[in-house]
């Protein structure tokens, strides 16, 4: 994706909305990560991120894409990079997620707006309200939502 001044908000917002999803992740074993990609599981790799995107986003929000890669050499750790698609109503983000030890990353390749506005900020707000009103809402007002 071509790099515009609205591109490096538009991966924050990303950033922000994933972070839960990436740390749940990091809390597998890279070794079996690595292991999965390796062997071309993506089936068991869709499941997994699934199972920890489910704990945060409506079911089908956040979603392996189609593949990912992986760096492990004896004096570093491992490194793993999976392929997301990101699907909030009205929106498509196409993303890598990096995991490594302590930390996780996030590059945006492509953002497809369902019905585009002519204005690009206008498109990052509606991308980062469609993540917000995707997310699983948690306290006081989820309570309203139950009745």
Known sequence: MRKCTYSAEREKIVAEAICPVATELRLLDAADLVSLLRFECYGNLADLVSSAAEL???????????GGDYRLDWDTEPEVTLDMEIRPQGVTVY??????????????????????????????????????????VKGEAASHHAH
């Open 95 to 136: 993303a890598r997620l990096m995991l490594q030890k302590d930390v996780a990353g996030v590059e945006v390749t492509h953002v497809a707006f369902t019905d585009p506005a002519a204005d690009p900020d206008d498109n990052t707000a509606f991308l980062r309200r469609s993540l917000q009103e995707a997310r699983y």
């Open 56 to 66: 945060y986003f409506l079911p089908g929000t956040i979603n392996f894409g189609a």
